[in-house]
């Protein structure tokens, strides 16, 4: 039977690149041993924040978290997801010609 009010959790180690430059501010977190992250799973890596100074980059190994989202939140997810995707545009019109 499916176990939806304890969330299951998984611990594995990642590697933490942090890059601060002109061209790219940016964080990405790889995930060891072929950990697929599925809709609705959250991540938390631990340790203190990588404060990487500009025209700088880091890389880090840490430990991460994954709480795995149960069947509904998943369905949730996939249902709601490209209504929030929406969100993140922004449109503009304008008479000008560009």
């Not at 176990?3 to 790889?30: G, K, W």
């Not at 100074?53 to 996939?78: M, Q």
Request: hydrophobic share 40%; aromatic share 8%.
């Amino acid at each position: 039977m499916l176990n939806i009010f304890t969330p299951d959790r998984q611990d594995v180690m990642c590697t933490v690149r942090v890059v601060n430059t002109f061209e790219s501010l940016a964080a990405h977190v790889e995930l060891d041993d072929g950990v697929m992250v599925e809709p609705g799973d959250e991540v938390l890596v631990h340790g203190k924040p990588i404060i990487v100074p500009y025209g700088e980059s880091a890389t880090e190994r840490r430990k991460a978290t994954i709480t795995r989202a149960n069947w509904l939140e998943r369905k949730w997810v996939k249902l709601t997801g490209d209504l929030e995707f929406m969100e993140l545009l922004e449109f503009s019109f304008s008479g000008e010609e560009l």
